[in-house]
Antibody, heavy 116, light 113 residues
Framework: QVQLVQSGAEVKKPGASVKVSCKAS????????INWVRQATGQGLEWMGW????????GYAQKFQGRVTMTRNTSISTAYMELSSLRSEDTAVYYC?????????WGQGTLVTVSS | DIVMTQSPDSLAVSLGERATINCKSS????????????LAWYQQKPGQPPKLLIY???TRESGVPDRFSGSGSGTDFTLTISSLQAEDVAVYYC?????????FGPGTKVDIK
């Protein structure tokens, strides 16, 4: 069965970077884009960007341009999202999601807390 | 960017009654070459990731109960829960994937009256 398993919760200081992983199983990793979506506590869903695991091509929301990098390691079917220059407003749950038409499978979420 | 809006922000419906959520996009998400609306609906319960309910505006994802239905075209869309069940209490989001930069609506919270 299709699964996306994300890395564990992180606590970071302002100005630091965080790298979240998303390991895919149950399907051919390179066949579908991986998207990243975040959600602050009590807030809505905010799309961050996409990555094509086959080509490595990416597309980022303008809000995150210059601060986010999405990469992958096809040998271990894992996608990564790195966010730099963290600030308190980046405290949120970060999700990876597979896109077929809509986002049909989601990771369990990774809580990133930014606090001094 | 395509901006998605939803109405109402929240609604409370009696068990067994109909719930209707509206979604509007700032530009058409109907792709003329295939006549498909690039619009999805998601359900999110507390502490869980979102769950895909509907794609292509009206196609139910496998396993989704048939009390959930989607309709609309172009810029105006509706999600209908025909007979609300207790397990349907959640926040519902629409999303356009017409653009290479997908965007979500702000969400509609559905509760039991």
């Amino acid at each position: 069965q299709v699964q996306l398993v994300q890395s564990g919760a992180e606590v970071k200081k302002p100005g630091a970077s965080v790298k979240v992983s998303c390991k895919a199983s149950g399907y051919t990793f390179t066949s579908y884009d991986i998207n990243w979506v975040r959600q602050a506590t009590g807030q809505g869903l905010e799309w961050m960007g996409w990555m094509n695991p086959n080509s490595g091509n990416t597309g980022y929301a303008q809000k995150f341009q210059g601060r986010v990098t999405m990469t992958r390691n096809t040998s271990i079917s894992t996608a990564y999202m790195e966010l730099s220059s963290l600030r308190s407003e980046d405290t949120a749950v970060y999700y990876c999601a597979r896109r077929v038409t809509g986002f049909d499978y989601w990771g369990q979420g990774t809580l990133v807390t930014v606090s001094s | 960017d395509i901006v998605m809006t939803q109405s109402p922000d929240s609604l409370a419906v009696s068990l067994g009654e109909r719930a209707t959520i509206n979604c509007k996009s700032s530009q058409s998400v109907l792709y003329s070459s295939n006549n498909k609306n690039y619009l999805a609906w998601y359900q999110q319960k507390p502490g869980q990731p979102p769950k895909l309910l509907i794609y292509w505006a009206s196609t139910r994802e496998s396993g989704v109960p048939d009390r959930f239905s989607g309709s609309g075209s172009g810029t105006d869309f509706t999600l209908t829960i025909s007979s609300l069940q207790a397990e349907d209490v959640a926040v519902y989001y629409c999303q356009q994937y017409y653009s290479t930069l997908p965007t979500f609506g702000p969400g509609t919270k559905v509760d039991i009256k």
